[in-house]
């Protein structure tokens, strides 16, 4: 038969007895233990009730560890359950981890052997932090070479990445982190300015953003399936965010910028894509619908030199290209990815009309160029890595193309 705890039912401490105690404790040994791993406590199990966690048999002693329901009800069992059979192994090892450190291994008779009184492990260590999400930014410069990969925002952990370029060379990289976003510019000559808070709310759920021609830049924001427009205007002030669509089941936003002025806001809502122009005189045209199959997961748009609009949409890891011609009319979705395993997409346009449809895959991230006279590159990587979970790109007035990739 298994031995029983000897001290389980007897502690029932006074305050008066706690204060004797805490006055003599100067005086005492260090306690012999007050940790002990799961597998040590298996082994006083083991012995205590033949390991059996839910054993009770009216003897006055309940569970793996046979804790008395005094005791239980003393060191906090009863957060857990009212007896520690009725708890769970970890809610009973947890008491029983309050209880050693009180009363040392000599508590359990079946503590001789187990090594309760030496152990001195955590049993259920808490979990190490995640790794932070980080911003890195890649250049392919105009000839087609790659900088590589160069850690852009190394601070706090970063959920979404969005980027614009401006005329006048400078890229801003805006990063969503825990609701609030942040801008941080890289000037023309290569130097960052560093994250700088955009917008404090700190309930964003999805952020994009466009650089226009006459240097302002839209900081399209998503909060609660309303989607608010901030304008960073030329001179560095902001607007302030105002509603551009609030609906109130908008699931995905992008944004693209055409040469005469106009800014194109692209909205996702239950699968449907949306159109909606800012007219360069800040009027707006209303959402009308672009692509209403039902099935699109994500939608990206960008504004060609020559005034097209090119919108990639993913729907069952295929991406399809709609192009939007500067007399209005559309080309109509079609392929330009059927690989079927695609996770996120985003494009950049360049000044020779080429644009960049840039996809992650697998955590790997693939460049795909569509040239100004309709011809496909074909997908190429352009970061094997495997670790990206997210991607931005932007095209600068230089012909380079900035990839900003999230990675732990």
Known sequence: MPARALKTSVLRRTASAAVLIALSAPLLAPAEASAASVATWDKVAQC???????INTNNGYYGGLQISLSNWRYYGGLDYAPRPDLAT?????????KLLADQGAGAWSCAPGTGLATDHTNPYPAPAPAPANHVYDNIRFANGTWQGAQLADGGADVSQVATASLPNGDTHVLTLVGGSVYDNVRFANGTWQGAQLADGGGHINQVAAVGLPNGDMHLMTLNGGVVYDNIRYANGSWQGAQVADGGGSVSGISAASLPNGDMHLMTLNGGVVYDNIRYANGSWQGAQVADGGGHVSSVVA????????????LNGGIVY????YANGSWQGAQVADGSGHINAISTAALPNGDMHLVTLAGGNVFDNVRYANGSWQGAQA??????????SATGAPSGDMHLETLAK
């Open 302 to 313: 960008v504004g060609m030199p020559n005034g097209d609009m090119h919108v990639e949409t």
């Open 321 to 324: 290209d709609n192009i939007r």
């Open 382 to 391: 352009a970061d094997n890595s495997g670790s990206v979970n997210g991607i």
């Open 48 to 54: 205590e009730s033949s390991g059996n966690w839910s």
């Open 89 to 97: 192994k970890q809610q009973q090892i947890l008491i029983a981890e």
